[in-house]
């Protein structure tokens, strides 16, 4: 992953539990930024559950294209501008 970019979704490894420690850093630092961009905060801690923003980015939706933004959710409209980041990602 270059600094200061998203990577891949793919190599996320969405689905899998027993993720190695090259996935789970990139799972950190996607959901980190994902969150910024996308979630009400007012301080890093309030990105972090158990001290990891991939739990947090998981427990408000972030990885469910179908779940609704709830009060304090993560932005639906953000899940769409993820997606295309995504979209170019690929195409490139």
Not at 25 to 50: T, W
Not at 56 to 62: E, H, S, Y
Not at 64 to 81: A, D, L, R, S, Y
Request: aromatic share 12%.
């Amino acid at each position: 992953m270059m600094e200061g970019r998203l990577c891949n979704i793919e190599l996320l490894q969405i689905g899998n539990e027993n993720s190695n420690s090259e996935t789970s850093n990139l799972r950190e630092s996607y959901a980190k930024y994902a969150l910024m961009l996308f979630y009400p905060f007012q301080d890093l801690f309030d990105l972090q559950l158990d001290s990891s923003y991939w739990k947090k980015f998981v427990a408000v939706g972030g990885i469910n294209p179908t779940m609704k933004q709830e009060h304090g959710g993560f932005w639906v409209q953000g899940k769409t501008i993820l997606q295309n980041i995504q979209n170019r990602i690929t195409v490139e």
